[in-house]
């Protein structure tokens, strides 16, 4: 093989590395997002739950009494 082909086949072979990165790096950054709209929507959740429970003991509707 001459060097140019050696040349062409290194850089096919870095490009294929590059968009193996690209997609391993897309998928982990997509998990990570995911998990954390996760956690903050749970949070959310809890919090609102906490406010209408607060608002209806106020009013004086106690559902757990």
């Given at each position: 093989?001459?060097?140019?082909?050696?040349?062409?086949?290194?850089?096919?072979?870095?490009q294929?590395?590059?968009?193996?990165l690209?997609?391993?790096?897309?998928?982990?950054?997509?998990?990570?997002?995911?998990?954390?709209?996760?956690?903050?929507?749970?949070?959310?959740?809890?919090?609102?739950?906490?406010?209408?429970?607060?608002?209806?003991?106020?009013?004086?509707?106690?559902?757990?009494?």
């Amino acid at each position: 093989m001459s060097s140019i082909e050696v040349f062409i086949f290194i850089i096919i072979i870095l490009q294929i590395l590059i968009v193996a990165l690209v997609l391993l790096y897309g998928t982990y950054l997509s998990w990570i997002i995911e998990i954390h709209f996760k956690f903050l929507n749970d949070r959310s959740d809890l919090a609102h739950k906490h406010t209408v429970r607060v608002m209806k003991i106020l009013h004086g509707i106690d559902d757990e009494a």
